[in-house]
């Protein structure tokens, strides 16, 4: 039996070239690529049509959109059409954003668990095809539903997948979604305290740890130069244990580390600002953290991952060879 694999595309690669790797992953067998959506650069939900629109087989997730700016109705009928375009390929992988980003923008995040229970469940009911009328706090609906009338009125198979961080938001993941989307930038062994409230959200509502899919997102910078693949991958944990303090701080870095990194960079950080700063993290936090060096290298800490609860590890190819990276994991 092959073994799960994803691709995670971000902003790194022209968009014309991503859909090229998409297809290659598809032909070496890779199950599903993920769009992602964090910084203001690069939405997920037009690359993800594009993917569908030029592939057969590959599933497309996003990874992972967020549940403040698009309202349920919208989020529901976008959803809904990437689903027209690919039927039961789509993956809807939803977070809860991340500050300073969303307060820069005009977004309070306040009571995120409240708010992302609501976007779940209504979601779901709407992709059910359901007439939904709901009143909560962030979320009030009277008598809506899908209105499709040209085109499939059968419930929709998107599985939603939360992209959890924190303790609460995890637990609550097992509890109310069809899996988790595990973060990157975390040690293998950091998945062992998620496996447990996991479990822990599943005991609620009886669910078994077995069907939780439990998908993680992995940097992994493969180059055939072992010191080449670091660099690459050094460069990217620069800007991201600034930018995402919550990442940070899973990733077990030093708080005055981060603080350093900060005072260099500004936001948005420039490539100059970033290669400045860049000798500041340590070769062993990418080895702890990331999947990155020579082929060998890349796969057996990927394995890691998969030991320590990842279904289906999504790599993130931070630069260089993406295909070099796809034929290192190629399952045919």
């Known amino acids: 039996m092959a073994d799960r694999v994803a691709l995670y595309l971000q902003d790194a690669h022209n968009l014309r070239d991503g859909l090229d790797y998409v297809r290659y992953a598809e032909k070496r067998g890779f199950e599903a690529v993920w769009q992602a959506e964090s910084r203001l650069v690069r939405d997920a939900i037009v690359p993800m049509a594009a993917y569908a629109a030029v592939t057969e087989k590959i599933k497309v997730g996003s990874g992972v959109i967020n549940n403040w700016t698009r309202n349920i109705g919208l989020l529901a009928a976008t959803f809904l059409t990437l689903d027209d375009l690919a039927p039961d390929r789509i993956i809807c992988g939803i977070g809860a954003w991340w500050d300073p980003l969303a307060k820069n923008v005009g977004i309070d995040r306040r009571k995120p668990l409240l708010a992302m229970k609501e976007t779940v469940t209504v979601m779901k009911r709407l992709l059910n095809m359901e ?140 490539k100059e600002q970033i290669d400045r700063a860049k000798h500041l993290v340590p070769e062993q936090l990418i080895l702890d953290i990331t999947a990155s060096g020579t082929p060998d290298e890349a796969r057996k800490k990927v394995e890691e991952y998969r030991k320590y609860g990842c279904t289906c590890p999504i790599l993130y190819p931070v630069g260089g060879d993406v295909k070099l990276l796809i034929d290192t994991f190629a399952q045919q």
């Not at 993941?173 to 989307?181: H, L, M, Q």
């Not at 990217?236 to 930018?243: N, P, R, V």
């Open 131 to 270: 007439k939904v009328t709901f009143h909560g706090e962030f979320i009030h609906v009277d008598g809506i539903e899908l209105d499709v009338v040209h085109g499939r009125r059968e419930p929709r198979n998107v599985p939603i997948m939360i992209g959890a961080t924190g303790d609460q938001m995890m637990e609550m993941t097992g509890e109310i979604a069809d899996g988790v989307v595990l973060n990157y930038c975390v040690a293998p062994k950091y998945n062992e305290k998620a496996m447990s409230l996991l479990q822990s959200g599943l005991k609620k509502v009886n669910k078994t740890f077995e069907n939780l899919d439990r998908p993680q997102l992995i940097v992994c910078s493969v180059d055939l130069d072992h010191d080449k693949a670091i660099d690459t991958t050094r460069g990217l944990l620069t800007q991201y244990l600034a930018q995402q303090p919550h990442i940070a701080k899973a990733s077990g870095v030093s708080e005055d580390i981060v603080r350093e990194i900060q005072s260099i960079l500004g936001w948005p950080a420039t």
